[in-house]
């Protein structure tokens, strides 16, 4: 075991691959999306090679895509809520974490603590919550009367996450005695109720699950606006990010780093790991063919979409790919961080509408390495040494051929380099990644506690 600093590794899965084009490759199988033993699979492989978690994308209601003709080509996007996925993938596992994405927009604090307190018993501390406040507009599901906005979401999400946290507390690791020959299960004096009143929640308390086992949950965050990045400043544990360039990435790194302090927290404490599409061949020049040949089997109507998709539906009839790329809006009640990541890039490259696309269908705006094995892992090693990165969120191309290449062929390069481990450090996500172990935040660290009555 080293003491050296190490990259810290998520598989990042998308049912076919993530390229808007991935169910049409030879090597994915559509049906993916729906079956376990695919899954299985992925987990087995990602678990043998000591990736720290897995993680896949989720929405809580169908994508908002009401054009037909793209929804006739679109691909898998109908599959397993994460959490029911995460715990039957957790039955067969034994150190992988499994991070799932809930709403804070779209969910209620009680159930939702509830749920993730369940799936880390279930995996026996191996779960992660990613908290996102929703940039897509699916009120419609909800019997909500419009999508709130977007400085409200994360004024709403600050409140979610604390109460999430008070309710885990519920009871002190040792509430619960459990002794036969006494008749005593449980000591009240150990049990603490929420009693929240606040801005948008009110909830007594307690929860019914007893404290997880890695206190709470690791704590994931995704945004990246200005509001995202104060958000996981005061409460992130991971952040999954998305950067074109390494300039980008060092920006971020060394903002939302230096944000820590005022919340009373250390840069350690925080892990930030951006998403990295590998697409690997023998050389560069080989491993941009493939690139270009997943380019090209996207039909028309999901180009379009790509590109349509950054311009809040701007309709594009009589425009060429050819045509240099207008300025996207600049205002959202959406994605802000992605709008301006695609807005400084368009700024930036000036690209046509087909280089927007190519620069959009794989990865959404995360990092994108074509080359050899040794150049993809010269590219994580540079970002993880000059403040980019403390990990990465592995983003394969096409399942499962994408994952496997880069398991068989970047990692014992990283492995050989001393940059990622050959064992499990530990047997809870936390311990993997290094976060320590939450203190219950009814118990003072002298012991003294405030106790509220059963």
């Known amino acids: 075991m080293t003491n050296q600093r190490q990259i810290r590794l998520g598989a990042f899965l998308m049912p076919a691959g993530h390229h808007a084009a991935a169910w049409r490759h030879p090597d994915s199988h559509p049906d993916q999306a729906l079956d376990l033993d695919f899954y299985k699979a992925i987990a087995a492989k990602a678990e043998a090679a000591k990736f720290d978690l897995l993680f896949v994308a989720d929405s809580p209601a169908g994508w908002p895509v009401r054009d037909a003709h793209v929804l006739r080509h679109r691909g898998p996007g109908a599959g397993f809520e994460p959490v029911t996925l995460w715990s039957a993938l957790a039955a067969v596992t034994s150190h992988i974490g499994f991070v799932a994405t809930a709403s804070t927009t779209y969910e209620d604090p009680y159930l939702l603590a509830r749920k993730f307190a369940s799936l880390d018993w279930l995996s026996k501390g191996r779960s992660g919550w990613n908290v996102v406040t929703t940039g897509a507009d699916v009120s419609a599901n909800f019997s909500l009367k419009g999508h709130p906005d977007h400085a409200l979401r994360y004024e709403r999400a600050r409140e979610f996450v604390s109460l999430v946290k008070q309710l885990w507390d519920s009871y002190e690791d040792d509430a619960f005695i459990r002794d036969k020959d006494s008749g005593v299960y449980l000591d009240p004096d150990k049990l603490h109720r929420a009693n929240h009143e606040g801005k948008y929640y009110s909830v007594t308390g307690p929860l019914n699950v007893a404290r997880p086992p890695q206190g709470y949950p690791v704590i994931v965050q ?78 028309p109507a999901i180009v379009w979409q790509v590109i349509k998709q950054n311009y809040q539906g701007r309709d594009f009839t009589g425009w060429s790919l050819d045509d240099k790329a207008p300025p996207p809006p600049a205002e959202t009640n959406l994605n802000k961080s992605r709008l301006k990541l695609v807005a400084d890039y368009i700024e930036r490259e000036q690209p046509t509408l087909r280089q927007l696309y190519t620069t959009l269908a794989g990865a959404r705006g995360h990092h994108v390495v074509a080359g050899t094995p040794e150049q993809v892992a010269d590219i994580a090693e540079r970002w993880f040494r000059e403040g980019a990165a403390d990990g990465f969120n592995i983003m394969p191309p096409v399942l499962p051929t994408g994952l496997d290449d880069f398991i068989e062929q970047v990692l014992p390069i990283l492995q050989k380099r001393g940059l990622f481990r050959t064992e499990y450090a530990g047997a809870t996500l936390r311990e993997n990644l290094g976060l320590a172990r939450p203190a219950n935040s009814f118990v003072a660290p002298a012991d003294t506690r405030v106790t509220e009555s059963a």
């Open 222 to 299: 995704a945004g990246a606006s200005e509001d995202g990045r104060d958000l996981a400043a005061q409460t992130a544990e991971v952040i999954f990010t998305a950067s074109l360039n390494l300039a980008d990435a060092q920006e971020f790194y060394g903002d939302v780093k230096s944000r820590l302090a005022r919340y009373g927290r250390k840069p350690e404490q925080l892990l930030i790991m951006p998403g990295l599409f590998p697409v690997l061949g023998g050389t560069e020049a080989e491993a941009r063919a493939k690139l270009e040949d997943l380019h090209n089997l996207a039909h």
